[in-house]
């Protein structure tokens, strides 16, 4: 999988804060020096349905090709270094989970499938106790470092393991179709409806990316 890269002439900023970066994007799109930067930290779980990120992290890649007032530091992050996706194919140089994120950072939490294609067409035989222990590891996790300031954005069954950390009671939620009744069950505090943003979360049945991300007008 080939991600987006910065070209050779073009300065590049780390997260989080604001932060100078070069007069003119590459593709020649002038930059303020005063450019918003948010920290963007996206959570891969085993078994990664690969739409999920795909999708949404094409629309951050073309907001910061086309304009210069935003700039979105994307970052992948999860409990292992390496994981099999829903597609048969394994995305490497994940990030180990941070102890602690930006104050005005963003979580995009992806979904996942219950078989991954094998070789051959095959499918994997579920979830397995690796998997279950990474599961708790992002949970565990998503309760210790979510903060209110924070931006937690879930993409389908992304929803679950927001759920099991506690961060959609109260809350208006989503999930795919299939699993809004095991949805109901982890999170009886919150209440369910279509696709749904607010400030500080977002949730959504399917990678209705532009959709997704359009409050931020970028």
């Not at 930067?37 to 959570?43: A, M, R, S």
């Not at 597609?87 to 979904?111: D, F, K, M, R, Y």
């Not at 929803?159 to 095991?182: I, K, N, P, V």
Request: charge should be neutral; proline fraction near 8%; include cysteine.
């Amino acid at each position: 999988m080939k991600l987006y890269t910065p070209q050779s002439n073009e300065k590049t900023v780390a997260c989080p804060g604001t932060a100078e970066v070069g007069d003119f994007h590459p593709n020649g799109i002038a930059r303020d020096r005063g450019v918003r930067q948010i920290p963007v930290f996206v959570l891969l779980p085993p078994r990664l349905l690969l739409l999920d990120i795909a999708g949404p992290l094409e629309v951050l890649r073309q907001a910061n090709r086309v304009q210069g007032a935003v700039r979105f530091d994307v970052r992948y992050v999860g409990p292992n270094p390496e994981l099999l996706t829903s597609i048969g194919i394994t995305l490497a140089a994940v990030e180990p989970l941070p102890s602690e994120l930006p104050s005005e950072a963003w979580v995009v939490l992806a979904g996942d499938v219950e078989n991954v294609m094998q070789h051959g067409g095959g499918m994997g035989d579920g979830k397995s106790r690796e998997d279950e222990s990474d599961e708790a590891a992002i949970v565990a996790w998503l309760k210790q470092t979510i903060q209110p300031g924070h931006r937690l954005i879930s993409i389908c069954t992304g929803a679950l393991m927001a759920a099991r950390a506690g961060l959609l009671d109260g809350h208006a939620c989503t999930t795919h179709y299939l699993s809004c009744a095991e949805l109901a069950t982890v999170a009886p505090k919150a209440t369910f409806g279509p696709s749904v943003y607010k400030p500080i979360l977002c949730t959504c049945g399917r990678p209705i990316s532009r959709r997704l991300f359009a409050p931020q007008r970028c």
